[in-house]
């Protein structure tokens, strides 16, 4: 465990951290739709970073779906993940900072949820699914 300071420090490091795998997540959603949109599988996809410098426990569990089917692989859902983002959009705003990068991975999944992501069982690596259909192409 790691004291960070006053109270309400934790939470705003849980907000950051869900920060950087949600925003994981959008790149991979976004990065599947396309690769498969330019004739890549989603296998050799996989196939190709699993493993490399890009390969960490985030991946493994997000692509424990896109590659296994495996619906429960990373239980968080769209509906929390978009919460934590609104409320890191919160947070950038009461210092005053831009973050262009946390609005836009809050937006990915504001379009997921607006578009039927908002299912107690529609958790995290699901948004390859809604990014890849608004995309006109299925992840495979």
């Given at each position: ?10 939470h ?17 959603a ?7 949109k ?28 896109a ?14 993940a978009l ?8 947070m ?6 831009s ?24 958790y ?13 192409t299925?992840?495979t």
């Amino acid at each position: 465990m790691t004291h960070l300071g006053a109270p309400g420090t934790g939470h705003k490091m849980k907000l950051l951290n869900n920060f950087l795998s949600l925003g994981y997540a959008a790149l991979y959603a976004e990065a599947l739709a396309l690769s498969n949109k330019v004739g890549i599988s989603t296998q050799q996809f996989d196939k190709v970073i699993r493993g490399g410098r890009m390969d960490c426990g985030f991946y493994q569990t997000f692509m424990g779906y896109a590659v296994e089917g495996n619906r429960e692989a990373h239980k968080f859902t769209l509906t929390n993940a978009l919460k934590d983002m609104r409320y890191l959009e919160s947070m950038a705003d009461s210092v005053a900072l831009s973050n262009p990068m946390g609005n836009a991975v809050k937006n990915s999944f504001a379009l997921a949820h607006a578009t039927g992501g908002s299912g107690p069982e529609d958790y995290v690596p699901h948004l390859v699914d809604f990014v890849a259909r608004l995309n006109g192409t299925k992840v495979t």
